[in-house]
């Protein structure tokens, strides 16, 4: 159960805002919504998490809805070195600790 | 400072051969977690270890695969009788009990 849907692919043009979207309409309370990304060939690359407030910070900004069911993650000025598959994921709090459940993720091409 | 590391990067044996792939996590992270990932997919969880708990083994897909975390430190993931379908980049992450941190992974090929 991966607990989160996102589209499979998406194109941006280079230097315009990428905005890519997540839903998780059965999160509860108190379940982060956390944004990774992974580049070709390498492990992946945390970017931001949020519970309910809006984040920002030197990557991107995480815009979470006041029901929590959908959040988008916005790349504010997208460069081609920001071509990559992005997952977005629910850490779930479970009786030993930590579960995080990672989708498909969606697959950003920059376009320049 | 140094991040999660894993060994070998890249693995190739011949089917029915055990291999043992390694993960040493950032240090004083509490939390180590494996994945596996298949070419063009997303990231399959195997298994979660927390401290001193029993570890998580609910995503071990057979009991070809187990997993030793020595220390609370090191961990080791240990494929018995490899078969083809076991080749795939196996992950390992560790957490200080928030955001994980993922190592770059080693590639297993099963010929």
């Known amino acids: 159960d991966a607990k989160t849907t996102q589209p499979p692919s998406m194109d941006c043009a280079e230097g315009r805002a990428a905005n890519l979207p997540c839903n998780h309409s059965t999160i509860s309370g108190n379940e982060y919504v956390y944004w990774y990304r992974q580049i070709h060939s390498q492990g992946p690359q945390y970017i931001i998490h949020g519970l309910k407030n809006n984040e920002t910070n030197e990557m991107a900004s995480l815009i979470i809805t006041e029901d929590r069911k959908s959040s988008t993650l916005i790349l504010p000025h997208a460069t081609l070195r920001d071509t990559a598959v992005y997952y977005c994921?629910?850490?779930?709090?479970?009786?030993?600790?930590?579960?995080?459940?990672f989708g498909t993720g969606t697959s950003l091409t920059v376009i320049p | 400072g140094a991040g999660v590391s894993q060994s070998p990067s890249n693995k190739v044996t011949e089917k029915g051969k055990d291999v043992e792939l390694r993960c040493d996590p950032i240090s004083g992270h509490t939390a180590l977690y494996w994945y596996r990932q298949s070419l063009g997919q997303g990231l399959e969880f195997l298994i979660y270890f927390q401290g001193n708990s029993a570890p998580d083994k609910s995503g071990l897909p057979s009991d070809r695969f187990s997993a030793e975390r020595t220390g609370g430190s090191v961990s080791t993931l240990t494929i018995q009788r490899t078969q083809q379908e076991d080749s795939a980049v196996y992950l390992c992450?560790?957490?200080?009990?928030?955001?994980?941190?993922f190592g770059p992974g080693t590639r297993l090929t099963v010929l």
């Open positions: 994921i629910v850490r779930v709090k479970t009786n030993t600790g930590n579960q995080f459940y």
């Open positions: 992450a560790s957490s200080a009990g928030g955001t994980q941190y």
